[in-house]
């Protein structure tokens, strides 16, 4: 399956399907939670929070794909990211974008 970030795709003509979406909401274990806590006192990267999101991503992604190919379609043009956090150490990862067809 072809994902762009663009509107188009160079010299394919194409039909467009509609919207596509995937989403996950993870969470880290309370006390990876605390030790990012800790973490902020002092500065530096949250390697285990950098791992969640990664995973969300892939995931997010994964499952906007599979309805894109439920759909029929060939490719993805527009797809996005989108994160908001639901609660402290709990965020949501969504994956959109628009199916299309090839003409």
């Not at 909401?25 to 806590?37: C, E, Y």
């Not at 006192?41 to 995973?55: C, D, P, S, T």
Request: hydrophobic fraction near 45%.
């Amino acid at each position: 399956m072809l994902i762009v970030t663009s509107n188009d795709i160079p010299g394919k003509q194409f039909e467009v399907l509609g919207l596509v979406q995937g989403s996950t909401v993870q969470t880290v274990n309370a006390l990876r939670d605390i030790g990012a806590g800790l973490k902020n006192l002092v500065g530096g990267e949250l390697k285990k929070y950098n791992e969640m999101m990664a995973k969300s991503r892939d995931l997010a992604l994964s499952r906007m794909t599979e309805q894109a190919q439920g759909m029929g379609a060939d490719a993805v043009i527009a797809m996005r990211y989108a994160s908001s956090e639901l609660s402290e150490g709990a965020a949501e990862m969504m994956a959109y974008g628009t199916a299309v067809k090839f003409m």
